[in-house]
């Protein structure tokens, strides 16, 4: 892979990351503790801001794990090993490559 293609994946994963950024902060709110005062909000809607709360708290954990993932992507990059299988070695194909720059796998491999 040369220089130019490394530079492309590599704005593609900033910018990536820079909105998992953008969207945790946006999700932070969702996240907060759900207060139970009985007279402000019936048990139906306590009920609701706390599968509420629960999803923003699955989704933030979701971008973390994406965020890991990204991350590992630009520090093999760094590292030379950008756009090589962690298994066998190969050349991960560029279409793959253009779907999830963060792949560590071919297709063979990750098919099992």
């Known amino acids: 892979m040369n220089e130019a293609e490394l530079d492309r994946f590599r704005i593609r994963i900033t910018q990536a990351m820079d909105a998992l950024e953008h969207d945790d902060d946006l999700g932070a709110q969702g996240q907060a503790t759900v207060t139970l005062d009985q007279q402000a909000v019936g048990r139906l809607s306590r009920m609701d801001a706390l599968q509420n709360q629960a999803m923003a708290k699955a989704q933030h954990s979701r ?3 994406e965020r890991k993932r990204l991350a590992a992507a630009l520090a093999r990059i760094t590292q030379g090993e950008f756009g090589y299988c962690e298994d066998c070695g190969d050349d991960i194909a560029p279409a793959r490559l ?4 963060a792949a560590m796998l071919c297709i063979s491999c990750a098919r099992g």
């Open 63 to 65: 971008r973390a794990i």
């Open 98 to 101: 253009d779907l999830d720059p």
